[in-house]
């Protein structure tokens, strides 16, 4: 029975020791003991220097563009680059543009909607109409927006929408842009207002400016087309009775400064509320970049999508540097002298 019994501990000491050799042999090695070849395991917490402190999440962004344009293509331009820089490859985009077509946006942010996008950008008035539409879940940031509140239909806006609506402005001060008209026509007298009814927006600034160019002594006419069937017609009637025509940021007139230019050109100074209109057919504008409103927009969308703030509590936010600028060859036609101060828009 002696001999038995040491029989029986030898082989329970054997087994013990066979498992024990099993359990510490992992072809991966522990978190303590890394495998052979594959160095020092990475500190916890450790990170790149491109990817933002707690993250390790992928987002989609869906970015539905109203019309190709070179002011909306800034604005989309800025706005990924501002993401790409703050989260790398973690982001990916699906980029629509709806080609000019209104109801075309509201397919494309329906398809955001199905596939669950993290985020929608809305690039133009349109486009955040539908978006805000559509979802009330999904944060959505808008820019090229000129009004919130006359473009969402709130009543008394104090500058945050307060749902899962937010975005940057491309506003200019009107009572600046009513002030060069005077600057470089001192002795006109009567301003055509020039606009396409059918964008709200539009509407708001020719409501705006009017008040401030009355105050400087013009007598104003608003002139609003429908869309591009009557936009010629408008325009000779606006022309053919007015010293000066105002455009507004007008998404129907920048994707047709040739209609503009054909009726008004060496005949009738145009001013314009942004830049590229202004080089399709204007003389002068107060210039905002859109590009750095696209990257205040990324900046706001990086924000939400990690978690730092939250879209129903982000105000609006605005331009903060104007520039003045004038187009050379339009100046030449009409025999106009640029003002001190005016920056030449640069040739494409």
């Known amino acids: 029975?002696?001999?038995?019994?040491?029989?029986?501990?030898?082989?329970?000491?054997?087994?013990?020791?066979?498992?024990?050799?099993?359990?510490?042999?992992?072809?991966?090695?522990?978190?303590?003991?890394?495998?052979?070849?594959?160095?020092?395991?990475?500190?916890?917490?450790?990170?790149?220097?491109?990817?933002?402190?707690?993250?390790?999440?992928?987002?989609?962004?869906?970015?539905?563009?109203?019309?190709?344009?070179?002011?909306?293509?800034?604005?989309?331009?800025?706005?990924?680059?501002?993401?790409?820089?703050?989260?790398?490859d973690q982001v990916a985009f699906d980029e629509k543009n709806a080609a000019g077509d209104?109801?075309?946006?509201?397919?494309?942010?329906?398809?955001?909607?199905?596939?669950?996008?993290?985020?929608?950008?809305?690039?133009?008035?349109?486009?955040?109409?539908?978006?805000?539409?559509?979802?009330?879940?999904?944060?959505?940031?808008g820019t090229s927006v000129t009004e919130y509140g006359v473009a969402l239909g709130i009543d008394g806006f104090t500058g945050t929408v307060g749902t899962n609506v937010s975005g940057t402005s491309d506003l200019a001060p009107l009572d600046q842009q009513a002030a060069m008209i005077k600057e470089w026509c001192p002795d006109a007298q009567s301003v055509g207002l020039l606009y396409c009814s059918a964008e709200p927006?539009?509407?708001?600034?020719?409501?705006?400016?009017?008040?401030?160019?009355?105050?400087?002594?013009?007598?104003?006419?608003?002139?609003?087309?429908s869309d591009t069937n009557d936009m010629a017609s408008v325009t000779q009637s606006a022309a053919d009775s007015n010293d000066v025509l105002y455009v507004p940021t007008d998404n129907t007139a920048a994707n047709n400064t040739g209609i503009i230019d054909n009726i008004c050109h060496g005949k009738v100074p145009v001013f314009t509320g942004e830049e590229g209109i202004c080089a399709g057919c204007g003389?002068?504008?107060?210039?905002?970049?859109?590009?750095?409103?696209?990257?205040?927009?990324?900046?706001?969308a990086v924000k939400i999508l990690t978690g730092e703030a939250d879209v129903s509590e982000m105000p609006i936010e605005y331009a903060l540097q104007f520039t003045k600028k004038y187009n050379e060859a339009m100046c030449a036609a009409l025999g106009l002298t640029p003002p001190d101060g005016y920056e030449a828009i640069a040739a494409e």
Do not use: W
């Open 201 to 225: 927006n539009s509407q708001y600034q020719v409501d705006e400016v009017q008040k401030y160019l009355e105050e400087l002594g013009f007598t104003c006419t608003q002139y609003p087309f």
């Open 283 to 300: 003389v002068a504008t107060l210039s905002i970049s859109y590009y750095d409103l696209g990257v205040t927009t990324g900046q706001m």
């Open 102 to 141: 209104t109801p075309t946006c509201s397919t494309i942010i329906n398809g955001f909607v199905s596939n669950s996008v993290d985020l929608i950008l809305a690039n133009a008035t349109p486009a955040l109409q539908a978006a805000a539409t559509a979802t009330s879940d999904i944060p959505v940031l």
């Open 1 to 88: 029975m002696k001999k038995l019994s040491r029989l029986t501990a030898f082989a329970l000491a054997v087994i013990l020791a066979l498992s024990l050799a099993a359990c510490g042999s992992s072809g991966s090695g522990t978190a303590d003991t890394p495998a052979p070849g594959t160095g020092s395991p990475a500190p916890t917490g450790s990170q790149s220097s491109e990817t933002p402190a707690g993250s390790g999440e992928s987002y989609v962004v869906g970015i539905c563009q109203l019309a190709p344009h070179v002011a909306l293509d800034a604005a989309t331009q800025g706005f990924k680059d501002a993401l790409t820089e703050a989260l790398g």
